[in-house]
């Protein structure tokens, strides 16, 4: 009889590893597992993953680089709109699940598959994510989630893998790692309060750098082409590379609090220097280029780009408006932003463009003005007071109290 075909997001640990051997030992199904890398692997990692799903008897194991993808669909708008949820955290990990979906969703597409399984739990976003991006662009495939399904323990996963044969070392690590090209997110006991830090050895990075130094990010059209001087063929290439040069200052770490798709509060640890650079240089040299209604618009429309992304809504159309939005006015997003590297911190130094709305041919603020004379604002000025100037002397004065 004809095994159900079913394709398995895979990562290699235990969830995903006792997903695998319950869908074809218990579930008598055909597992074709597939890892989608969006820049959290290497290729060491990536050989002993496959080697690992093939020895649990998966039909076939696939990888898919998406990290170009990421980056052409998801990461420039996210610099585009310098978006940082709560103002803190530069969605590493829930911008990387929606594109894992998509991929696994369209693989299961092309090998006929009947159902898609992923080793998500009941407590976190991620069942979530990939869930409502399966039911868009795989409708009719059954969704199957063992451990979600039936509240398994790490304890109950690893007697059912002993039972049937497989003995790894499958010791809880201190701390949960998610690792990609926008960052690293790291749970852990800390993160499960409300008040206690991560040690620093429970970051990826040891600080090392002591001694400041000074970088220059080449942005064209708000997206990043050099780092001091060198150009990038691929931008990914550039994000790589600051984040080499920023982790070992200590630079992107930080606590994220916010709240989860499900509805509770949650708590978890990022190192995330490329993101926290770019955004916040990006940033700056908008300040100089882009008129303050622009900047205004840009602010609104990105916090609900983030909001819509961290919730799994990718593949909302808002959501392709407001990319259209973010592209239009990053025309005239170029220049060099010069930042000084420190320990622990950063600080944007200035910037240098050929569209920088700073210039001495309208004025020099504070000092003196050469585009109009003390008349023009005399006039100006009591025209912006005219309105609340009527409000009072029809209904007196507001009371502050």
Known sequence: MKRKKVVLAFSGGLDTSYCAVYLSAARGMEVHSVLVNCGGFSADELATIARNAYELGVASHTTIDAVGEFYRRCIR????????????????????????????????????????????????????????????????????????????????????????????????????VNQGLWGTTVGGKETLTSHSPLPDDAYPTPVSAAEPETIDLRFEKGEIQSIN??????????????NALGAPYGIGRGIHVGDTVIGIKGRVGFEAPAPM??????????????????????DQLAAWYGMMLHEGQFLDPVMRDIERFLSSNQQVVNGVVHVRLQQGYF???????????????????????????????????????????????????????
């Open 277 to 298: 650079l770019l955004i916040k240089a990006h940033q700056a040299l908008e300040k100089h280029v882009l008129t303050k209604w622009q900047i205004h618009w840009k």
């Open 77 to 176: 708008y996210l610099v585009f709109g310098n978006v940082l949820k709560n103002h803190a955290y530069p969605l590493s990990v829930s911008a990387e699940r929606v594109f894992q979906a998509l991929e696994i969703a369209r693989h299961a597409r092309e090998i006929g598959a009947e159902a898609i399984a992923h080793g998500s739990t009941g407590a976190g976003n991620d069942q979530v994510r990939f869930d409502v991006v399966f039911h868009i662009e795989a409708p009719g495939l059954e969704i199957i989630t063992p451990v979600r399904d039936d509240g398994l323990s790490r304890a109950d996963e690893i007697a059912f893998l002993l039972e049937h044969g497989v003995r790894r070392d499958w010791k809880k690590a201190a701390y949960s």
């Open 347 to 401: 600080d944007i130094l200035g910037v240098t463009s050929p569209n920088d709305l700073m210039s001495e041919r309208f004025g020099k603020y504070g000092e003196k003005n050469t585009a109009w004379s003390g008349q023009d604002v005399r006039g100006f000025a009591r025209i912006m007071a005219n309105q609340s100037l009527m409000y009072r002397m029809v209904n007196g004065e507001d009371d502050h109290d």
């Open 229 to 242: 001087g060198r150009d990038y063929s691929s931008p990914t290439d550039a994000i790589r590379e600051l």
